[in-house]
């Protein structure tokens, strides 16, 4: 039980949780607004606005901040993660999403010709990536999830 309560009161834990949540929330709404059809995979899906993975990453370190102090080793390695992924999400998967979708459509057009039909499983995923905005944005989102968090 002790190890439980240890994780429910972990703040940078809980903080980037928070990020991640709000930024797949948001990523839901404005998928909507913009598309004007609620697609749910939104929820837990990758790739969108804002970014998901940068919102943690960034909720995290922020947090790492105000519990460790600037000057500590955690903040350092929280910090040093954030930008990979963040890098990450905005090189190699956002060309692996743009890769996905050529391929895809050369995978389309070899079904019409041969009259054989692709499960949905057998089609890639098109949504693994950001631009750098929806970094940006993901990242800017995360650390003030981690002010308000720990103001609260």
Same mark, same amino acid.
């Given at each position: /039980? ?8 972990? +703040?940078?834990?809980? @903080?980037?949780? !928070? ?5 797949? =929330? ?10 004007? +059809? ?10 969108? /606005? %804002?970014?998901?993975?940068? @919102?943690?990453?960034?909720?995290? @370190?922020?947090?790492?901040?105000? *519990?460790?102090?600037?000057?500590? %080793? ?5 910090? =040093? &993660? $954030?930008?990979? &992924? /963040? ?10 999403? +743009? *890769? @996905? ?11 019409? /010709?041969?009259? *054989?039909?692709?499960? %949905? ?10 631009? %750098? !905005? ?11 999830? $981690? !002010? !308000?968090?720990?103001?609260?």
């Amino acid at each position: /039980m002790e190890y439980f309560n240890a994780l429910i009161h972990n +703040k940078i834990l809980l @903080a980037g949780l !928070i990020g991640w949540g709000t930024a797949q =929330i948001l990523k839901l709404i404005i998928h909507l607004a913009v598309n004007k +059809k609620l697609d749910l995979e939104r929820l837990i899906g990758d790739g969108g /606005m %804002p970014s998901g993975h940068s @919102a943690t990453v960034a909720a995290v @370190a922020t947090s790492t901040a105000f *519990q460790c102090g600037l000057d500590s %080793p955690e903040f350092a390695i929280a910090t =040093i &993660v $954030a930008i990979i &992924v /963040m890098h990450d999400a905005k090189g190699v998967r956002l060309e692996t999403g +743009k *890769q @996905a979708v050529i391929l895809n459509n050369m995978v389309e057009m070899f079904e019409k /010709m041969s009259g *054989q039909d692709l499960t %949905p499983d057998e089609k890639l995923k098109e949504f693994v990536g950001h631009t %750098p !905005i929806q970094v940006y944005a993901g990242a800017l989102l995360g650390i003030i999830v $981690a !002010i !308000i968090f720990h103001i609260l």
